[in-house]
């Protein structure tokens, strides 16, 4: 097997965030409250964040991707602690997910088409079908029963970067729009990679549909 690629944002530290959340979730667990409540919540906010761009309050919408990110990240370990991690579970929250990347982005071409910055606005479109690539290439390398999560440009790394470049100075939006544009595309492309290193398909097996 190939060995495990870098992240922009190490493991360790997404760990460390992590289990910053443990207090919190343990109260949340008690109090009884269910993971897809978050998931749902988020893409609330992420919707908010994407009125937020549309009307160029980037400040507003950079904090409010921050704050879906959180979100995001306190429903699976919820999930996880309360026992309720279920194979739908996880489809609704991939889904969701996914609606989020689609609205987030749908706000930010909207404030740079408005702002003729035409160029950005071609990144973030860019940016917005690499994100969904990298989700992809996952999803279908390990239905073929190949491992995939490797890659630069994760979720949570495109968050971080959208989130903190609003927050910042459009300037800094604009560099992290097409960082993310560029790294996420490689990320798809470093998780087929990573498939294709752990073996060829053998001869005597059923051939797979596509899709």
């Given at each position: 097997m190939a060995?495990?690629?870098?992240?922009l944002l190490?493991?360790s530290?997404?760990?460390a965030?992590?289990?910053?959340?443990?207090?919190l979730v343990?109260?949340?667990?008690?109090r009884g409250?269910?993971?897809?409540?978050f998931?749902?919540?988020g893409?609330?906010?992420?919707?908010m964040?994407?009125?937020?761009?549309m009307?160029?309050?980037?400040r507003?919408?950079g904090?409010?991707i921050?704050a879906g990110?959180l979100?995001?990240?306190?429903?699976?370990?919820?999930a996880r602690s309360?026992?309720k991690?279920?194979?739908?579970?996880?489809?609704?929250?991939?889904?969701?997910d996914?609606?989020?990347e689609?609205?987030?982005?749908?706000?930010?071409?909207?404030?740079?088409v408005?702002n003729?910055?035409?160029?950005?606005?071609?990144?973030a479109?860019?940016?917005?079908?690499g994100?969904?690539?990298?989700?992809y290439s996952r999803a279908?390398?390990?239905?073929l029963?190949?491992?995939?999560q490797?890659?630069?440009?994760?979720?949570?790394e495109?968050l971080?970067?959208l989130g903190?470049?609003?927050?910042i100075?459009p300037?800094?939006?604009?560099?992290?729009i097409?960082?993310v544009a560029?790294l996420a595309?490689?990320t798809?492309?470093?998780?087929i990679?990573?498939a294709a290193?752990?073996?060829?398909?053998?001869?005597?097996?059923?051939?797979?549909?596509?899709r």
């Amino acid at each position: 097997m190939a060995p495990t690629m870098q992240r922009l944002l190490p493991e360790s530290l997404q760990n460390a965030f992590l289990n910053l959340l443990s207090p919190l979730v343990k109260i949340l667990a008690n109090r009884g409250f269910h993971p897809n409540s978050f998931t749902v919540a988020g893409l609330i906010i992420t919707s908010m964040a994407a009125a937020a761009f549309m009307m160029g309050h980037l400040r507003t919408g950079g904090l409010l991707i921050l704050a879906g990110g959180l979100f995001d990240s306190i429903d699976g370990k919820l999930a996880r602690s309360t026992g309720k991690a279920t194979r739908f579970g996880a489809l609704f929250d991939s889904a969701i997910d996914r609606y989020s990347e689609f609205i987030m982005f749908f706000g930010i071409v909207a404030y740079f088409v408005t702002n003729n910055a035409y160029p950005t606005a071609v990144a973030a479109f860019m940016a917005l079908c690499g994100s969904i690539m990298v989700s992809y290439s996952r999803a279908r390398a390990e239905s073929l029963g190949f491992e995939a999560q490797a890659g630069l440009m994760q979720r949570a790394e495109r968050l971080v970067l959208l989130g903190l470049g609003a927050l910042i100075h459009p300037v800094i939006l604009k560099l992290a729009i097409w960082l993310v544009a560029i790294l996420a595309n490689i990320t798809a492309l470093q998780r087929i990679r990573r498939a294709a290193q752990q073996g060829e398909i053998k001869n005597d097996q059923k051939p797979i549909n596509e899709r």
